[in-house]
């Protein structure tokens, strides 16, 4: 605000286009300066970083993946604000001089409509014309003043006046600035820092650490209660046989286990095909349906026959699945999403519904009252297979690998290189 007010009444509004745009070229220098010292810090601290990870690994008795580790978490601890003060500062100096340069380029071209349009005024902006900056122009009337009195009052009001403005500004930025830090240090104070980190499981035979749970960058206080949550959820399912604890007690001793096939389809409003924007040039709307135990050999037009065409409204459709999954989609009335939900489950789910509930949701942020067709955009499949040498651990200790297959829907023909059965697991 106060630097607005500034450069208005300081700028020279007789400069020709030559002279403004030699300003914006200092400007550009000024820019890369400071990107190229965000450059430079950023480049400099991942560098030594990779080499003392590099080092870690070799040094002895303490070198290891361990230390290598905790070099570079150390390294981003004590280099990471000042690379984050670079990188702030550029991006600041670029906002500005952007801004400045728009205004400028906007003010060119404003002022030669002017002059094509009123003959009188061409010699706005000539380069041989004399400077014209409102404070300088202020000045020389105050001084053609002959009433001694009266200049005295005003050159002293203009340049209090002047200063007070100055003054006020930053006493209001530093108000809102204690405010802000007031607010962070009581978030600090109640949720605690953020913490990144996780529950691993040990296995006691060869000492590997299976993660359980993961987060990153929560409120530490937070963080304790989804642990404790997480772990409390854990001894459940541990200790006790999964089919008492699902209310079937026909499954034995047998745990839970992933699934091997899932997908999310992402479905669009308003438009079948890219981009994806309304008429009035905003973001078309963005809708997902997750979909759990899907049947082997599905191909690409299975999807796309399903979802082709969408009603999505104010009813919520809720499937329970055989082994007590649920998913769920919106449509615009019981009786069309009923339907729909049974087509999806019949084409594309391996399981039986136990259930199929409809209600209507009266208040929904994210589901539109009325209903509109939208369209399916692209679909994500994740797929499992048992392996000794996955990663994913299921509570029996079983391992397996994953891998994902990501398709578009909105094209008319299968795209070129979809596999042919994309809920089939590619990697031999």
């Not at 009444?9 to 000024?30: I, M, P, T, Y």
């Not at 096939?261 to 095909?273: C, E, F, S, V, Y």
């Not at 459709?317 to 087509?343: D, N």
């Not at 789910?349 to 009252?369: F, G, L, N």
Request: glycine fraction near 8%.
């Amino acid at each position: 605000m106060v630097k607005t007010a500034y450069a208005i009444v300081n700028f020279d509004w007789n400069a020709s286009d030559e002279q403004l745009k030699n300003r914006l070229k200092a400007r550009n220098l000024a820019l890369a300066d400071a990107w190229g010292g965000a450059a430079g810090q950023f480049a400099g601290t991942v560098s030594i970083g990779a080499l003392g990870a590099l080092g870690a690994l070799f040094i002895p008795t303490i070198g290891g993946k361990g230390l290598a580790l905790s070099t570079v978490v150390n390294l981003a601890k004590e280099r990471g604000d000042e690379v984050f003060d670079e990188m702030r500062d550029a991006l600041n100096i670029s906002a500005r001089i952007l801004g400045e340069g728009i205004a400028v380029e906007q003010y060119i071209r404003i002022r030669r409509a002017i002059k094509t349009l009123i003959p009188g005024v061409q010699g706005w902006g000539a380069d041989d014309g004399e400077r014209w900056v409102i404070s300088e122009k202020f000045e020389e009337q105050v001084e053609r003043i002959p009433f001694d009195f009266l200049r005295e009052f005003l050159e002293s009001f203009f340049d209090e006046f002047t200063e007070a403005f100055i003054a006020g500004g930053f006493v209001i930025a530093g108000h809102w600035d204690n405010l802000m830090a007031q607010t962070n240090e009581t978030t600090l104070e109640v949720l605690g820092e953020s913490q990144t980190g996780g529950v691993f499981l040990r296995d006691l035979e060869d000492e590997t650490a299976v993660p359980l749970f993961r987060f990153g960058q929560i409120p530490s206080n937070l963080a304790i209660s989804e642990l404790q949550h997480q772990m409390n959820t854990y001894r459940s399912l541990a200790g006790q046989r999964i089919g008492e604890f699902g209310g079937d007690p026909d499954l034995g001793n047998e745990v839970a286990k992933p699934y091997l096939r899932t997908a999310k389809i992402i479905l669009r409003g308003d438009k079948q095909k890219p981009p994806f924007v309304t008429p009035l040039g905003q973001i078309s709307s963005r809708h997902t349906v997750t979909l759990k135990s899907l049947k082997p050999n599905l191909r690409w037009r299975d999807f796309k026959r399903v979802f082709r065409f969408f009603e999505w409204g104010a009813w919520k459709i809720e499937a329970t699945l055989e082994s007590r999954t649920s998913f769920v989609i919106f449509a615009p009335s019981r009786e069309y999403g009923v339907a729909k939900m049974k087509e999806i489950i019949e084409e594309l789910i391996d399981e039986e519904a136990i259930r199929i509930a409809a209600t209507i949701e009266e208040v929904a942020p994210r589901v539109t009252k009325l209903s509109k067709t939208i369209f399916p955009e692209e679909a994500i499949v994740t797929l499992k297979k048992e392996s000794t040498l996955g990663q994913i651990v299921d509570l029996s200790g079983q391992r397996y690998l994953q891998e994902q297959i990501r398709f578009d829907l909105w094209r008319d023909d299968e795209p070129f290189g979809t596999p042919e059965f994309v809920t089939n697991y590619q990697t031999i």
